[in-house]
């Protein structure tokens, strides 16, 4: 499962590079180049290994299946043979899918941030044969452009550096790693000693720096290029559902953005489903392609706006609707193992898979070329062709298409852009079917089907509380379908060792990050709330329990548990941990709150003291930079308010379902629920770890009178009396938000 290979012979390092070997790969992206004149070789000792054989530098190429710009500078370049036979003889060209290894996406990242001032994809780094990183950028033309060198010119000043001034290039390279290593020194998130108190002034104040970069016309933060706020909403939900000066704020924040999003370009008004970004302010031109974890991360966040209540912005109705259809789209069109993958998802059947699939790209190819979006975009003249005259031209005014200009030559996306009346409602319940079969035959973008373990374990967390709040039974089905194939197919016991990636229901690849265990551990712990089933809970526990025995190293939490001996050298030997979020909750915030839930549950003051050491990180980041330190924030919120634990307790009825339900709809941060697991299928007799008892909150919680249901709330396992109305419950939930942490 580790990266790591013996080192090839010389013999095998000569012979490496005298092909493009990814045809073998399963990564989608790796695949994708395996026709390139190119001699691409995978990420690892082999291709290091030739690079130093035959004394040249590596060029390191790092992108993703659903990446426009990817695709582009391929073509331009990578597919050229005369660029490709220059690189071929002054270079080793590896290729990585970021998807697959975000451990090397990472510090080549800080790399080439830290070179060239810019970040993103397709990265393109060259590094000395040991992996270190000497020079770097992204995307480069096949012609230069002003501020911008071509990749040929690129290539030969590369060259010419390392045969002239070789000693400067290496002493650059050491000095840049030895740089990077001091910032993960810095950044370390240390498990020794009494763990920090969390100061509750921290929040609001996060909240105003917030609103200084808000965008209160357009929604979001900050100008173009926009990308989905989703760690910062989760933040901002959370700290609205508390009493105090700034939660007016917070859900106005949220309630802005969330309705801004809902009702651009970003979200796909016929299928469902969000893009990855905006190219513009007010999110009316989406980089088109749709990442799993984007999704995932925004259904669960519209579902907790409804558990909020919504606000006159952007109500509970309108809300609801973004979610079903999200997720909807995500199990139709990113679901695996299903007869019916890309199903038109106008109705509420829902297929359920076996997994999800990462991506759809943003590109189709029409007539054999490549076309960004071109399968979302529509002209005024296509809209008529299939609505007629009257209706099409009407669509085109609500939709905003052909108002301001087309997007490319294939037209523009649809989206109203604002709140729809009950007549453009009407009109767009008229039109969008006929329209959705229409684009449905029109060539479609291509899906990458590997299976990350995080990304499907951020999906299980989502679904599971999007089908408990939505009613959506389906949906809690698929998550536990989900569930059950990260636990087969991901889940190695004999170690307890989560494996990354899946292709075609076999684990192959690196062993998960922090990142991955944090979400699937989350993840279960929303299905074993939703469900009551404790098979979940212990799932869940057993990753909480494996990812603290692997990540934390020589007292120091990591991000990785093991990983290349060049991504080692690449940042001065030392091993890497990110504070900050990105298109994902950082490894260690997520950790944070998946320990949170658990100490919860559990009662276990030893990971409830971890939790608190890793939000050791949010201080500094609090006020000056909360825009990359959502989850922590949103951790902090939950840890603030105690969390609240609830445990239900007696047989299966009416009366618990209720309970059980209530609790399901609270927006309480971080609230954790233990339900009576009554069907002796899910707890073998012979686990007796916790006293016969399968969850501990559980432990010592008697039914009511005659073994009726009855609801405990509980702060730091201990719990008030029983309730066993409605009414109560709700009362009692409300009190609890307003009475602050717990000491």
Not at 11 to 17: D, W
Not at 366 to 382: F, I, K, M, Q, R
Not at 383 to 412: F, I, R, Y
Not at 702 to 713: C, D, E, F, N, T
């Amino acid at each position: 499962m580790n990266s790591e290979r013996q080192s090839p012979s010389a013999e095998e390092s000569a012979a490496v590079g005298a092909a493009n070997i990814l045809g073998a790969e399963p990564s989608a992206y790796l695949r994708q180049h395996a026709g390139n004149p190119v001699h691409w070789q995978p990420f690892g000792d082999a291709a290091f290994a030739a690079a130093a054989a035959r004394d040249v530098p590596v060029f390191l190429s790092i992108g993703y299946a659903a990446c426009h710009w990817c695709h582009v500078m391929a073509h331009e370049s990578f597919e050229n043979q005369e660029t490709a036979d220059y690189l071929n003889t002054h270079f080793v060209a590896i290729k990585v899918d970021r998807e697959e290894r975000p451990d090397v996406d990472a510090v080549y990242m800080a790399a080439t941030q830290a070179i060239s001032g810019e970040g993103g994809w397709p990265m393109s780094v060259f590094l000395t044969p040991e992996g270190r990183a000497f020079h770097a950028g992204t995307y480069f033309p096949p012609r230069p452009m002003p501020g911008r060198p071509s990749f040929r010119q690129v290539l030969e000043a590369v060259q010419e550096a390392w045969q002239e001034r070789r000693e400067a290039v290496e002493q650059n390279a050491t000095a840049l790693a030895q740089n990077l290593g001091e910032a993960q020194l810095a950044a370390a998130v240390t498990v020794a000693g009494p763990p920090p108190l969390l100061d509750p002034e921290l929040l609001p104040a996060a909240v105003a720096s917030l609103a200084r970069s808000e965008d209160v016309a357009d929604g979001g933060f900050g100008a173009a290029p926009k990308f989905p706020p989703s760690a910062v909403l989760e933040f901002l939900i959370r700290h609205a559902a508390v009493p105090s000066d700034t939660a007016d704020a917070a859900r106005d924040m949220a309630g802005r953005t969330l309705a801004a999003m809902a009702r651009s370009a970003l979200f796909d008004q016929l299928d469902g489903g969000f893009a990855r970004y905006s190219v513009t302010r007010d999110w009316s031109v989406p980089h088109f392609e749709k990442m799993l974890y984007d999704n995932a991360q925004l259904l669960r966040t519209y579902v907790h706006w409804i558990r909020l209540g919504g606000n006159e912005v952007f109500s509970v109705g309108e809300a609801a609707d973004v979610a079903e259809r999200t997720g909807a789209w995500l199990l139709a069109s990113l679901g695996l193992g299903t007869s019916d993958s890309q199903s038109n998802n106008t109705s509420n059947a829902v297929p359920q898979p076996e997994a999800l699939a990462s991506s759809l790209d943003a590109d189709s190819v029409v007539d054999g070329e490549h076309h960004e979006g071109a399968s979302y975009l529509w002209t005024v003249d296509g809209l008529q062709e299939v609505l007629g005259a009257a209706d099409g031209a009407a669509v085109a005014w609500l939709m905003n298409v052909g108002q301001q200009g087309t997007v490319s030559a294939h037209g523009s996306p649809l989206h109203p852009g604002q709140r729809l009346d009950d007549a453009g409602a009407g009109l767009w319940r008229k039109a969008r079917p006929a329209l959705l079969a229409a684009r449905n035959q029109r060539p479609q973008p291509a899906r990458d089907e590997k299976v990350v373990a995080g990304w499907n374990g951020l999906a299980v967390g989502a679904l599971a509380e999007a089908g408990a709040v939505l009613g959506r039974e389906d949906f809690i089905a698929a998550a536990g379908s989900i569930a059950a194939y990260l636990e087969r197919v991901h889940w190695q016991p004999g170690t307890s060792a989560l494996v990354r990636v899946s292709h075609a229901g076999t684990a192959r690849g690196i062993e998960g990050l922090l990142e991955d265990y944090a979400f699937c551990a989350d993840g279960l712990f929303a299905l074993y709330a939703a469900t009551g089933r404790s098979r979940w809970y212990r799932f869940a526990e057993q990753l909480v329990q494996a990812a603290g025995n692997h990540f934390v190293v020589a007292g120091r939490l990591v991000d990785t548990a093991g990983g290349d001996g060049q991504v080692r050298a690449a940042q001065g030997g030392q091993a890497g941990l990110d504070p900050f979020d990105n298109a994902t909750p950082s490894g260690a915030a997520a950790f944070a709150g998946a320990l949170l839930s658990y100490a919860a549950l559990s009662g276990s003051a030893e990971h409830r003291a971890l939790a608190a050491q890793v939000l050791a990180l949010l201080p500094p980041l609090a006020e000056r930079a909360p825009r990359v330190a959502g989850w922590l924030l949103a951790t902090a919120q939950a840890a603030l308010a105690g969390p609240v634990e609830a445990a239900v307790v007696g047989p299966r009825s009416p009366e618990r379902t209720a309970l059980h339900r209530e609790l399901l709809n609270s927006a309480s941060p971080g609230l954790v629920i233990a339900v009576e697991d009554d069907d002796g299928t899910e707890v073998p007799p012979s686990d007796t770890r916790f006293g016969g008892e399968p969850v501990p909150l559980l432990a010592g919680r008697p039914a009511g009178p005659g073994g009726s249901p009855v609801a405990y709330l509980c702060r730091s396992m201990v719990c008030e009396r029983p309730v066993d109305t409605l009414a109560d419950l709700r009362a009692r939930l409300l009190l609890m938000a307003g009475e602050g942490p717990v000491s």
